[in-house]
């Protein structure tokens, strides 16, 4: 499977200019919201039983991007975090890391310490996130100071006015720009607020962007807003980047993000993944989910199956 | 002054907007109610009957593609044009009926006005059987009528004239086109009205009319897999059933005769006998993409 | 990349459990379960493993002559039933299958073969939305359209296929007795046990005897209900040929009828379609409950300019459909209805590989014991291929390709089938120019197979006339 591409991909021509990108987003299939919408439903109906539930939930909490974002955070607060994403469950060390923790740029250090060693990554939103309203170079400089703390992953927001205004090109750039900063130790994730962008057009018109702008991953939504990561959003972007590889040979991983509370809901987006991008995508390094309180479910899950016991909030950590 | 020889009229058959004579070359005797002669009458063949079918289905895309209002307008036209020819019809349904010239003028009004009555439908009859269908679901549902197609008419035998009229008005109104079998016995007022139509902004080959003997034009129409549908109006008991075994052929679908009183105001069942419902879904969902959030 | 290991789904079968099949059954004639004139009986299989259900009686001639007489007695009372003591029968047995669905979802797919998703998810919620939709016009006749005062036609004889056997059921029962008719039905001889536990239905729901008949048989159980001279109403759902033939067994006479009959629907996709929603429908099109549906997508047309893409597209989803044991919830693809049907699934798909198409299925292991056909696409299509023009009635896909919309039109029209089509495209007034010039009586739009009691459903041509479902389906058993 090819994970690498020269830089200069097939589709490096389209953004020549304001016009040609245009022409190129415009001219992406568009998309039914009835038959998505169908489609994610009926993938939830899949039944996800014993062996095949132990997997998922396990995988699930490998995927986990473990997320304080409150004004309110503190070191003590990051440092437990931390210590929940290398080991989730006190009573079971069976069960997997958590792929990252997600913090602000200055908690990052704070982050890194607390999950040093154990290959939990320090993902970190920049940008002037969640709203993104500030100027470029204030964005670049947010993102250098989380890079330059340590922070393994960048969770970036895009413009999204200069997107609904169809200016393309300047949302390009500053993904290019962002990319730029995170140098070559960090992964960008690229934040498209789906909720904001209104229509299933545009968040296919945004995928398409961000990927050809350089994206690792692309993602939902910040959480901070009414819509988030729906079934639906996430099986197009799931498709965005599965077309995207096969256009141009590089793979992009997805990370839906807010709202995801329950093992039943993660199981769903993972038949989403499992059935859309395929098996590829079955793995931290291509899938996210951007949570908090869905660990403890599936915690709770984990442990159900592994005792046949129902458990309660009191058999895992509060945070 | 001497009495004048009058000038007889030569009846041909109408088919595609011409006015040929029938393919067999023959003709057949038609008289009036005591016998006497009144004219020859082609005798349709086989050929005329599948030459007549041919240019019905010609013409039927231009003419079922015709606006509702267009067709309106052609069909007011036709009674129109029948207004300024109503003292020959008078004398030729009194002749071909042995009605008296009065009666025979009630006959001939009427038929006029029946034009008229379907003629106000061809844009009405689609809100009245048609409409949106409210399906659960994010779908947009609509039924609306289309006609069926090319469709073979066996006119009544007894009422030549407006029987004619009120069987194919709303043949042709809803936008099918017609084979015609004029009445056997009294095929004059059909063939007259032919000249009618030819005049009247009706296409050609929108409505065919035949001459000559129902039994023989009708089995191969029943028959034809190139026709839709089938008006029994025209057919007796045994022949309605030897026509509707061969209309299952293709599956015609079939209007049997009953009895009607061609004086009153129709229904709406010889419109609706020769509609298809079409129903359409659509997808439509929300505006935009925020959808349930989990 | 690490390889982590694959996801693959356990076993989710559905428990069997819920419902109770008894040994064998008799005929629902006037109220009460009867054995067959001379005791005949035959046995019906769960297509997905042969196992033997149930033995059924085979209803004769004279056996059919009884639930006429029932149903014709019957008929007295329930016509003189002010309409809205009719509807609440009808609410009844709405809420009965409601309460029931989970059994008659698990009867139906051992019965048929089809995957529990679609019995749970697609027959029996319709089959419980059409007697509530007719319910509520059985006092509203006046207002349908068809006069103050429209008439029932007195006793409906009703044939039904084993594809949809009690939506089928429920399509033909719901307006007949909304309108005060009576019926016998003949559910089809490999799926009689949801017609069956139906008869049980009207039981509890405190039906009058004799106003539902059962009757169970083959075709010639079939022949002598609707040749039986007090029947008033005919109305078949089934193949073509057999639609034929019982429009000339009624020929001469007044009985009513309309025939809900075969089709090869044209699924229409323009370039600037959908695309990952039109493979949703072009799967959902033809593969939905085995491509045994009258109303299948089973004609591909693609504008050229976009089949390599769509096909890598359709190919890539065909390897994720799971086929097998139809209780398993995940279930996507089901069991053939029976031995006859696979082996005319069969035959065509050979004479498709024989005259040139080329075949592909994806990578799929059948199971040993019961019918099974890997779902196929056919590329490489022409008009003039058995493929492209003959009914199969299985999970076969023909692919053809066009150029213009034009071309796209006369191919779809170009069959002596007239039931459905689709078309898939971003460009609204495409949609709705091509829709007007298709000729088939239901056309679905960036959709396909969808279905709602509300929206009548019925063909062109030789798919059959007559409409079922909505106000236009009432017109059916109404005398006008």
Partial sequence: MPTTAPPAHALADVTASDSTLRRFLHGLPGVDAVGLEARAASLGTRSIKTTAKAYAIDLAISMVDLTTLEGADTPGKVRALGAKAVHPDPTDRTAPTTAAVCVYPDMVAVAKEAVAGSGVKVASVATAFPAGRAALDVKLADVRDAVAAGADEIDMVIDRGAFLAGKYLKVYDEIVAVKEACGTSARLKVIFETGELSTYDNIRRASWLGMIAGADFIKTSTGKVAVNATPANTLLMLEAVRDFRAQTGIQVGVKPAGGIRTTKDAIKFLVLVNETAGQDWLDNHWFRFGASSLLNDLLMQRQKLATGRYSGPDYVTVD | MSDRLSVFKTYKLYVGGKFPRSESGRVYEVTDAKDNWLANAPLSSRKDARDAVVAARKAFGGWSGATAYNRGQVLYRVAEMLEGRREQFVREVAQAEGLSKSKAAAVVDAAIDRWVWYAGWTDKIAQVTGGANPVAGPFFNLSSPEPTGVVAVLAPQDSSFLGLVSVLAPVIATGNTAVVIASEKAPLPALSLAEVLATSDVPGGVVNILSGRTAEIATPLAAHQDVNAIDLAGADEELAKELEIAAADNLKRVLRPRPVDFTETPGTERLTAFLETKTVWHTTGALGAAGSSY | ?480
Wanted: aromatic share 8%; charged share 20%; proline share 5%.
């Fill in chain 3, 1 to 480: 990349m690490a390889s982590a290991p694959a996801f693959e789904y356990a076993p989710a079968p559905e428990s069997r459990s819920v419902v109770d099949i008894a040994p064998s059954y008799g005929l629902f004639i006037d109220g009460e379960f009867t054995d067959a004139t001379g005791g005949k009986v035959f046995k019906t299989v769960s297509p997905s493993t042969e196992e033997v259900l149930s033995e059924v009686a085979e209803a004769s001639a004279e056996d059919v002559d009884r639930a006429v007489k029932a149903a014709r007695k019957a008929f007295e009372k329930w016509s003189a039933l002010p309409g809205a003591e009719r509807a609440k029968y009808l609410f009844r047995i709405a809420r009965i299958i409601q309460e029931r669905s989970r059994e008659l979802a698990v009867l139906e797919t051992l019965d048929n073969g089809k995957p529990i998703k679609e019995t749970r998810d697609a027959d029996l919620p319709l089959v419980a939305a059409h007697f509530f939709y007719y319910a509520g016009w059985a006092d509203k006749l006046g207002h349908a359209g068809f006069g103050a005062e429209p008439r029932p036609l007195g006793v409906a004889g009703q044939v039904i296929p084993w594809n949809f056997p009690l939506l089928m059921l429920a399509w033909k029962i719901a307006p007949a007795l909304a309108t005060g008719n009576t019926v016998v039905l003949k559910p089809a001889e490999t799926t009689p046990l949801s017609a069956l536990f139906f008869a049980d239905i009207c039981r509890q729901a405190g039906l009058p005897k004799g106003v539902v008949n059962i009757v169970t048989g083959d075709g010639r159980t079939g022949a002598a209900l609707v040749a039986h001279p007090d029947v008033n109403k005919v109305a078949f759902t089934g193949s073509t040929a057999v639609g034929k033939a019982i429009a000339r067994t009624v020929a001469g006479t007044r009985k009513k009828l309309t025939l809900e009959l075969g089709g090869k629907g044209a699924n229409i996709v323009f370039d600037d379609a959908p695309i990952d929603q039109a493979v949703e429908g072009i799967v959902n099109g033809i593969f939905f409950n085995q491509g045994q549906v009258c109303c299948a997508g089973s004609r591909l047309l693609v504008q050229e300019s976009v089949q390599d893409e769509l096909l890598d597209a359709l190919k890539r989803r065909l390897s994720t459909l799971r086929l097998g044991d139809p209780l398993d919830k995940n279930t996507d693809i089901g069991a053939i209805n029976s031995a006859e049907q696979l082996a005319r699934i069969t035959a065509l798909a050979d004479a498709g590989e024989a005259e040139g198409a080329e075949r592909w299925s994806p990578a799929c292991e059948l199971p040993g014991a019961g019918y099974w056909f890997a779902p196929t696409l056919f590329t490489n299509v022409t008009q003039a291929h058995t493929i492209a023009r003959e009914e199969i009635f299985g999970p076969v896909l023909s692919v053809l390709s066009f150029r213009t919309p034009d071309e796209a039109v006369a191919k779809a029209n170009n069959t002596q089938y007239g039931l459905s089509a689709g078309i898939w495209s971003e460009k609204g007034s495409r949609i709705l120019a091509v829709a007007s010039k298709l000729r088939a009586g239901v056309v679905w739009s960036n959709t396909f197979n969808k279905f709602d009691p509300t929206s009548p459903f019925g063909g062109y041509k030789e798919s059959g006339f007559g409409r079922e479902g909505g106000r236009h389906g009432l017109e059916a058993y109404l005398d006008v």
